[in-house]
């Protein structure tokens, strides 16, 4: 694939300071547009998957307007509405597995343009899998603080998320001293009803038990967090302004109970409960002892539906009279919420302990699980962990754990509206994160927004800033991600059009007219295209 950048003679964007190859000029109009030009200058080889598949392709126009310095040192002033930070996030394999910068000059090209065109700073995800991976206490930073330092000479700020967890596509796996302990091991992954683990990450039940070579997990995190610290110290404040910790599959406070696509029947289903590993088993017996119910602590509900059954056809999930509501399905879903909050706070605890002398915001993703809302057991959130039912609110006690440690809140969804899911699934993601959103407000915990997928409908975008604008109260929004669809023809002129309708140009009053800038074209099919290699 092929990244193609046509020069112009507007603006020196400056080297890569990987490969030292001169990246190109670049310059924006004040009005983006769909009629705006890019520009920067040269040709890009994309070998892999992530950033490969897109052409960018620009020309000089001439144009009487105010627009940045001549030499190129300082860049347009942008207040985005209601102070709302805009991130945009790097592909999740920046860092290959072999610790490099994928793609190094097509990234820093791509920030370059972020940047002009008004974007605040940038996500970055750091895999505990690439870091640590050959053996326990070994790091190496090397691809990370590479981007790391590109991102800061470019002014752009930076949001790190720490990946503790592996990733399907692209491929990113934990790392190998782990996974050889899980072969010998697996009841340190989690196992649904019928017996098959999920092991792209660790089950809650072991996050205080040790398991890794006679560590807890929350010790390996603890170190890892600690020589991250101690790396990137130099950024810190200045260029990170905040770090996420991954808190379970995706990086989300969740339970893997949909990790089985191929039984979903179309995504119908609510999911498993992820309760039967060896350690989750002998945590709900334990909890069911307790409280003088010994037989309920022999595994999970008997009468919930599997990953390709709609879940009204069960017993459990039965809207009047179904086993949720009874004695036996209270104690089952508080025990299963608890384990869930219990290992959330343990990591964000961990976080804030780590960076409580940092001036960054520390953050962690709770997911919009909106399927089957509009029902009176919301079943994919109980077996996603959230005991959230037309009787019981069940993020109150999420929230006040994110208060307790004074953590934010990272809501994807921002992007879905209620007007486009399907019948079916008696979905409402809009009432969701109203209910979540409420609860935030009520104890004091700021939300920041993200999207669940690319917008390649101006309903999505509408979307977004629709809650950026509401009484929401977001003070940034990350949009996911970087890559062959983000710069695509068919999403990137939306994306610019969609900036531009959050940023108000404020110009200073030595910005000169200039008699040439670059623009960015229309990027239609020939000038923002995909080509095969």
């Not at 790396?231 to 339970?255: A, C, K, N």
């Not at 961990?350 to 409580?356: N, P, Q």
Request: hydrophobic letters at 35%; a negative charge.
């Amino acid at each position: 694939m092929e990244v193609s950048v046509m020069g112009s003679s507007q603006m020196n964007l400056g080297r890569s300071d990987l490969g030292g190859k001169e990246v190109g000029y670049c310059s924006f109009n004040k009005n983006l547009n769909s009629k705006s030009k890019l520009c920067v200058g040269q040709s890009i080889k994309l070998p892999e998957k992530s950033m490969n598949g897109f052409s960018l392709k620009a020309s000089a126009c001439t144009q009487s307007e105010p627009v940045i310095s001549e030499n190129g040192d300082a860049y347009r002033k942008f207040k985005p509405t209601d102070d709302v930070q805009l991130f945009v996030g790097l592909p999740l394999d920046a860092v290959s597995n072999t610790n490099a910068v994928n793609h190094p000059r097509a990234i820093a090209a791509g920030l370059k343009a972020l940047k002009l065109l008004g974007v605040y700073g940038i996500e970055l995800p750091v895999w505990w899998g690439v870091v640590e991976k050959e053996t326990m206490g070994k790091y190496d930073w090397t691809g990370y603080l590479a981007l790391a330092e590109m991102i800061q000479n470019l002014g752009l700020k930076l949001h790190v998320s720490l990946c503790f967890h592996a990733s399907e596509k692209p491929k990113i796996p934990l790392p190998e001293w782990v996974s050889r302990i899980g072969e010998s091991d697996p009841s340190i992954f989690f196992k649904d009803q019928s017996g098959q683990h999920y092991k792209d990450c660790l089950s809650f039940a072991v996050t205080d038990v040790p398991v890794l070579d006679r560590k807890t997990p929350v010790q390996v995190y603890k170190e890892f967090c600690d020589s991250f610290k101690a790396e990137f110290s130099p950024f810190m404040d200045t260029t990170i302004t905040g770090i996420s910790v991954g808190l379970g599959p995706e990086g989300e406070l969740r339970y893997p109970s949909h990790h089985n696509p191929s039984k979903m029947n179309n995504h119908q289903g609510a999911g498993e409960f992820q309760c039967y590993d060896k350690h989750m088993l002998n945590s709900l017996k334990q909890y069911a002892e307790s409280s003088g119910n010994p037989l309920w602590g022999l595994g999970g509900p008997h009468d919930a539906p599997a990953y390709e059954q709609r879940p009204m056809t069960s017993n459990f999930y039965k809207e009047n009279g179904g086993s949720w509501e009874t004695t036996y399905g209270d104690f089952f879903l508080s025990w299963y919420s608890e384990q869930l909050i219990s290992h959330g706070s343990r990591l964000l605890s961990l976080a804030s302990e780590t960076f409580h002398d940092v001036p960054i915001s520390i953050c962690g993703e709770v997911p919009l699980v909106h399927s089957w809302y509009r029902t009176r057991s919301r079943p994919s959130e109980l077996t996603t962990g959230f005991y959230n039912t037309v009787n019981r609110d069940g993020y109150a006690k999420v929230v006040e754990m994110f208060a307790k440690h004074s953590c934010k809140i990272i809501l994807p969804g921002m992007d879905l509206s209620d007007d486009h899911q399907p019948n079916e699934s008696l979905s409402s993601p809009e009432l969701l994160l109203a209910q979540i959103t409420s609860s935030c407000r009520k104890h004091g915990v700021e939300i920041l927004g993200q999207n669940s997928m690319i917008a390649n409908t101006s309903n999505g975008f509408e979307q977004i800033k629709k809650n950026l604008s509401g009484e929401k109260e977001m003070s940034l929004f990350t949009y996911q991600r970087m890559g062959a669809d983000f710069f695509s023809p068919e999403h990137f002129p939306s994306f610019t059009q969609f900036v531009r309708n959050l940023n108000q140009p404020e110009q200073d009053l030595d910005d000169q007219p200039m008699k040439q800038e670059v623009c960015v074209e229309s990027l239609t099919s020939n000038r923002l295209q995909m080509q095969a290699a």
